[in-house]
């Protein structure tokens, strides 16, 4: 199949035009919640292609190795061994206005070492932990800046960290979707994504529920005995 044609199936089966700066990025990122929602845990994969791809390479070996054009295993690993130093650092997430400060950050590259112009794919894999120094209320907003970069465009997030909390309101995502537990969707480049969410109102009135029973049953126990003494 020629480029052309390739090019006419794809626009035929996204009917709505999706503005793909670069179809030689794709990634997906995942966020779910650790001890609570002011601790997130991120896994992503990316894979980059043919230009993209060399580009990437070429830079890591410019600015991680000696410039030679041959992306090697120690250039690789140095380039790796950089996300660990973005611990501490705050990251594009805002819960309740916070800034969110990376706990830990991992990379890890899988690509063939050699020529950096001929390479062909780059994946990489990501995982870190982030958390929100903020008070526990009833209604959140997790905000996330876009970076103006088109490229995010093709990045999918998942954010699955609403087990306990009810999801008011999505902006800044494309082709969303929301179920009770993960928001879906693809960033939209140099727009704000916004989340509104609250804690589960049957959260709530479980508790109350149970001790309004638990006290019926021991009013009802004392009188038990009560009657029988009687
Ligand atoms: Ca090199
Ligand atoms: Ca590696």
């Not at 993209?52 to 410019?62: F, G, H, I, P, T």
């Not at 991992?106 to 050699?114: C, I, N």
């Amino acid at each position: 199949m020629g480029k052309g044609m390739l090019c006419l199936t794809l626009m035929s089966i996204f009917i709505v035009a999706i503005p793909v700066a670069s179809a030689d990025y794709s990634g997906e990122v995942e966020y779910s919640i650790g001890n609570s929602i002011f601790d997130i845990e991120v896994t992503s994969e990316e894979s980059w292609t043919n230009n993209d791809a060399s580009d990437l390479l070429c830079w890591v070996d410019e600015n991680y190795g000696n410039n030679d054009g041959i992306t090697s295993e120690n250039e690789e690993e140095s380039y790796e061994a950089s996300a660990q130093e973005m611990a501490g650092t705050e990251g594009n997430h805002y819960l309740n206005g916070v800034a969110a400060i990376l706990e830990e950050w991992t990379m890890d590259l899988s690509f063939e070492h050699g020529n950096c112009l001929d390479t062909k794919i780059v994946t990489i894999s990501y995982e870190g932990k982030f958390s929100f120094n903020v008070e526990s209320s009833d209604k959140y907003v997790l905000l996330f800046n876009t970076t103006d970069d088109a490229i995010v465009n093709n990045l999918q997030a998942n954010y699955c960290i609403f087990q306990e909390f009810e999801v008011q309101s999505v902006i800044g995502l494309a082709d969303e979707s929301i179920n009770e537990e993960c928001v879906k969707g693809f960033r939209n480049a140099g727009e704000e994504m916004e989340i509104q969410f609250e804690v589960t109102e049957d959260e709530d009135k479980l508790i109350p529920a149970i001790s309004f029973l638990s006290t019926i049953f021991v009013i009802l126990l004392s009188f038990g005995i009560f009657a029988q003494k009687t």
